[in-house]
């Protein structure tokens, strides 16, 4: 959106997964020309998010954007006799507690 009045109010609405509605997290003036800048730091965003700008009446269209998980692995031990066991452990941010990890041995013929 651009082309707005001098300081005409600009609000950046947001809804992450866990929220039913969009709720006001930024508000701007618009600029000389009628433009406006809205910058938010990456690391507020750790969950998937909606966002859309509205001013005057006027809103743009809705924005999904998208966060993957990094996870982290370590093993107990890099070698085992035939039939031994290793134990893993590890980290996912940004958190997914309860959610479901599942790792695959690469084997001849593949993942499994």
């Not at 966002?51 to 743009?60: H, K, P």
């Amino acid at each position: 959106m651009y082309g707005f009045a001098v300081k005409q109010q600009v609000t950046l609405w947001q809804r992450a997964a866990s929220q039913r509605s969009f709720e006001p997290i930024a508000v701007v003036s618009a600029g000389a020309a009628g433009s406006y800048r809205i910058v938010r730091p990456a690391a507020l965003v750790t969950t998937n998010v909606q966002w859309y700008v509205s001013a005057a009446g006027v809103s743009t269209s809705i924005i999904t954007e998208r966060v993957r998980a990094v996870i982290t692995i370590k093993p107990s031990a890099l070698a085992t006799d035939a039939g031994g066991s290793v134990g893993f452990t590890g980290h996912v941010a940004p958190s997914h507690a309860g959610g479901r990890v599942e790792l695959q041995e690469h084997a001849a013929g593949g993942w499994r």
